[in-house]
């Protein structure tokens, strides 16, 4: 989440590689001080003026401190913006009154909204929580920008937005993140509960689960965040349009309560939310590793649920690794920074030496609902031009796969070995893309 595209892409093309080294053993341990030395490194490397870490094996603290640049350092209980970690937050809202008979996962959208989508009984509810409706993102619309500068807007109005502008693909049959999904549950959940949102997601979710750090950010005292800096490193008060950012971006949260929630959620597999991390399977029977406002997939060998969160000022970013019940939660006060290049060092692992073994050629035109990419061999290599961000050179890291030799180790590409080389798969920041090819 953040107020411009652009400046919520341009830092993620921009990181540097901090480093990569030896294999992963096949149970790392997780190293206190090697972790603190790690997070110190990062935090001074990125500019970034405070932060708060916690890691937490089952009921055992393994780390839990806070840093600053100048003055004190948070603690648990300070509160960050957590950006788009709030989609999990609607997601399980929306569970919740499915289980009180309130909605219906497999309703058509018209049914609550048909002031949009009377006319499109294909489209339902799950595929806004899986994001595979089709909807545009907002974010990416002409219109955003005006409408985004008024912080009474209603989120209707994001809604009809995207409504207006035609669907990227048939729901169901492909997977592209959009913001604009999470606003119209959003606003499906008001509807048939009666009630404004954040009572909605307080009432279903937060007391239910003992929680009582995670507040909407319109309604969070100024006194009670930390401050945090945009990418240029000027500071950034709250943002006075939060409001507009309700269901996709617009929740504020303290560690010790986003902790608990890893553990209620994730750890103790609570039938209520353990849905949220289901994987999602598209028409065809593709299995896309991503749940509901939320990843399940394979990070430096391991089964890991995460998801990260940016806004202008803030960066966040939670994860739990069944394997080593290890619960994670980052938060720092810099907007769009690449919080996944210090994940190896919590988790207890290095990341793989890059290698030069032969890779699967690719070229053509691609596009996954968000950008188009134009792919071209370069001997061994891939040049991928991506729109509005740039060109970069993928070199191999073993069969079918790629890394960007300009960005971070855990940025890569994927293409099918065997099969029609028609699609590829993308990992940056805290995204996974599925990008399908296209005429020029």
């Given at each position: ?273 353990s849905r949220l991390a289901q994987e999602t399977v598209l028409a065809d029977g593709t299995r896309v590793p991503q749940g509901f406002g939320i990843s399940t997939r394979e990070f430096l060998g391991r089964e890991m649920i995460w998801f990260g969160g940016n806004v202008d000022s803030h960066s966040s970013q939670i994860a739990y690794l069944p394997d080593q019940d290890l619960s994670i939660v980052i938060l720092t006060a ?107």
């Amino acid at each position: 989440m953040g107020r411009h595209p652009l400046t919520m892409i341009r830092p993620i093309a921009t990181c540097v590689l901090l480093a990569c080294c030896c294999a992963l053993s096949a149970r790392a341990q997780v190293h206190p001080e090697a972790a603190d030395a790690a997070i110190r490194e990062f935090l001074a490397q990125q500019e970034i003026p405070a932060a708060h870490v916690t890691l937490v094996r089952g009921d055992q603290v393994i780390l839990q401190r806070g840093y600053a640049s100048a003055g004190a350092a948070p603690d648990a209980a300070s509160i960050f913006p957590v950006g788009s970690i709030s989609k999990q937050f609607t997601a399980a809202a929306i569970l919740a009154l499915a289980d009180e008979g309130k909605l219906r996962l497999e309703a058509p959208v018209g049914e609550y909204l048909p002031e949009w989508f009377a006319d499109e009984p294909d489209l339902r509810v799950t595929h806004l929580l899986a994001q595979t409706s089709g909807l545009a993102d907002h974010l990416w619309l002409d219109g955003y920008r005006p409408l985004g500068d008024d912080p009474a807007t209603p989120i209707a109005a994001y809604v009809a937005l995207a409504a207006a502008e035609p669907r990227r693909f048939a729901p169901g049959t492909r997977w592209a993140y959009s913001n604009t999904n999470y606003k119209a549950l959003a606003l499906i959940a008001e509807r048939v509960a009666g009630q404004p949102f954040d009572d909605v997601l307080a009432d279903r979710v937060l007391r239910p689960a003992g929680i009582d750090g995670v507040v909407a950010c319109h309604r969070l005292p100024a006194t009670r965040y930390v401050p945090g800096v945009n990418v240029d490193g000027k500071p950034t008060p709250l943002d006075a349009s939060a409001a507009a950012y309700v269901g996709d971006g617009g929740l504020c949260a303290d560690a010790q309560s986003l902790t608990k929630w890893i553990r209620v959620a994730f750890a103790a597999r609570d039938a209520r939310w353990s849905r949220l991390a289901q994987e999602t399977v598209l028409a065809d029977g593709t299995r896309v590793p991503q749940g509901f406002g939320i990843s399940t997939r394979e990070f430096l060998g391991r089964e890991m649920i995460w998801f990260g969160g940016n806004v202008d000022s803030h960066s966040s970013q939670i994860a739990y690794l069944p394997d080593q019940d290890l619960s994670i939660v980052i938060l720092t006060a810099r907007g769009y920074v690449w919080l996944t290049e210090l994940m190896p060092a919590l988790i207890g692992s290095e990341v793989p030496q890059r290698t030069r073994t032969a890779g699967t050629t690719l070229d053509g035109n691609f596009e996954d609902g968000l950008f188009r990419y134009a792919v071209t061999p370069e001997g061994e290599n891939l040049q991928v031009e991506i729109d509005l961000i740039g060109k970069f050179r993928f070199v191999p890291a073993g069969p079918g796969e790629f890394i960007a030799e300009e960005l971070p180790a855990t940025f890569r590409l994927r293409v099918p070995v065997d099969g029609p080389r028609d699609r590829f798969e993308l990992d940056w920041a805290d995204m996974h893309s599925y990008a399908r090819r296209v005429q020029p």
